[in-house]
């Protein structure tokens, strides 16, 4: 009767390597050799050698992956890692002399702060290296060197992807820029052209101002006074407004301006407006032209 062959087990194991992004290498760690089967036997130690990556196999009754993962990665190198990883790569290792076959899922994390690594009694030692450096190292495991080799390709369609969307909100900000561009030019144009235009609004009030009584209802006076209220309207579209200042009003230096009268004696700190010579007027809450006025001194009669 032929012997019935013994089937080998089959070993699942989750591994995480780590790139920091800012040095562009990643980490790798010594194991201890042979302590406490912590390791794979001395003949594979040997021919492979001892680096390796974080992580260990998945035990039978360990349901929540993530959370068995997250415990290794913390009791070999000390850090809370949060399980958000890209898939780096599974390699399958077939061994003739040990007693299981072996699966590793390579999982690639990306690394960004300066958190001190702490490693426990199952490795010796851990360094930073480049991917031309691991791949160069004879002591390290060829599944590792091939997870790097892909970790490589996969790093660097994200880093393409990454400069993708920060040239997409490059752009997007760019084309807020310019509508926020437009805005200022159109606000500037229009308040250049509303400056022009005040001299020629005073005039229009100066003249409808000073209508002889039997002019009042004259085709030309009405047609003054229409071309003084289209005026008024386009002004009053382009939220500009006439300063509100009356006769007896505190000087205000933000919004008046005083003219000098050389009849006057010194002013006083709390002079009112005497005379309303030309009126002010502001667009929005910016002053485009303060109201030009005549002071005169509280006790003055």
């Known amino acids: 009767m032929d012997k019935i062959k013994k089937r080998k087990l089959l070993r699942v194991s989750q591994k995480a390597l780590f790139y920091n992004r800012e040095n562009k290498k990643f980490l790798v760690l010594k194991a201890v050799e042979n302590k406490d089967g912590h390791t794979a036997h001395k003949e594979w130690m040997k021919k492979y050698g001892p680096w390796d990556l974080p992580g260990g196999h998945i035990d039978e009754n360990e349901i929540d992956l993530d959370k068995a993962f997250a415990r290794e990665i913390q009791e070999e190198i000390g850090i809370n890692f949060d399980v958000k990883t890209e898939l780096c790569t599974v390699e399958f290792m077939r061994n003739k002399k040990a007693q299981h076959h072996g ?3 390579i999982h690639l994390a990306m690394f960004y702060n300066d958190e001190e690594i702490k490693l426990s009694d199952e490795h010796v030692e851990y360094l930073w290296a480049s991917a031309d450096e691991i791949l160069d190292m004879k002591d ?3 599944w590792i060197k091939n997870a790097v080799r892909k970790a490589l390709n996969q790093i660097e369609s994200m880093e393409a992807v990454d400069r ?5 909100a490059d752009f997007d900000n760019y084309k807020k820029r310019q509508v926020e561009n437009r805005k200022e030019f159109t606000k500037y144009a ?8 005040l001299p020629i609004l005073d005039n229009f009030h100066a003249a409808t101002g000073h209508i002889p ?12 006074m229409f071309i003084q209220q289209q005026m008024d309207k386009v002004f009053e579209d382009h939220n500009v407004t006439r300063i509100d200042i009356k006769v007896g ?3 205000d230096p933000n919004i008046m301006e005083a003219i000098k009268d050389d009849n006057k004696t010194k002013l006083n700190e709390d002079a009112k407006v005497e005379k309303i010579a030309q009126p002010g007027y502001k667009i929005g809450d910016k002053i485009l032209r303060p109201a030009r006025v005549v002071l005169k001194n509280s006790e003055d009669k």
């Open 190 to 197: 229009t308040e250049g052209v509303i400056n022009d235009m």
């Open 213 to 224: 009584e039997g002019e009042a209802d004259s085709p030309w006076v009405t047609g003054i």
């Open 140 to 142: 390290v495991k060829p």
């Open 103 to 105: 699966v590793v899922i």
């Open 164 to 168: 993708l969307h920060r040239c997409l």
């Open 249 to 251: 009003d505190e000087f």
